[in-house]
């Protein structure tokens, strides 16, 4: 499984979680990875975004409360998530081997190569 997410899970409103993605069987360093996700009944939608370079794209939503990161010695791809809100509760998805030209959201999700199966966040309030 060339990505699998880890670190979903129940919170509070006001918590915090740190999801984390690791990449296998491909050098993920020079492409852009992102985290995704989608609510029931709701369109996938994008959360974050990094570069190979390191620059970083966040959705509006989560602006000021979510940090994107990547280890590229460990193939690996995180989402600090804090200040959790019950409207932040989906599944998350992690994708990764997207070319930087198309690193975005929206249409350009098609630009990734491997999505992750999905780690489940719940916040309640």
């Known amino acids: 499984v060339p990505v699998v997410e880890s670190g979903g899970g129940s919170v509070q409103a006001g918590g915090s979680l740190r999801l984390s993605c690791a990449a296998s069987g491909y050098t993920y360093s020079n492409y852009c990875m992102g985290w995704f996700r989608q609510a029931p009944g709701k369109e996938r939608e994008g959360v974050a975004i990094i570069q190979s370079d390191g620059r970083t794209t966040y959705a509006d939503s989560v602006k000021g409360r979510f940090t994107i990161s990547r280890d590229n010695a460990k193939n690996t791809l995180y989402l600090q998530m804090n200040s959790l809100k019950p409207e932040d509760t989906a599944m998350y998805y992690c994708?990764?081997?997207?070319?930087?030209?198309?690193?975005?959201?929206?249409?350009?999700?098609?630009?990734?190569?491997?999505w992750g199966q999905g780690t489940q966040v719940t916040v309640s309030s």
């Open positions: 994708a990764a081997g997207g070319l930087d030209l198309y690193c975005s959201f929206g249409v350009y999700q098609r630009n990734f190569r491997y």
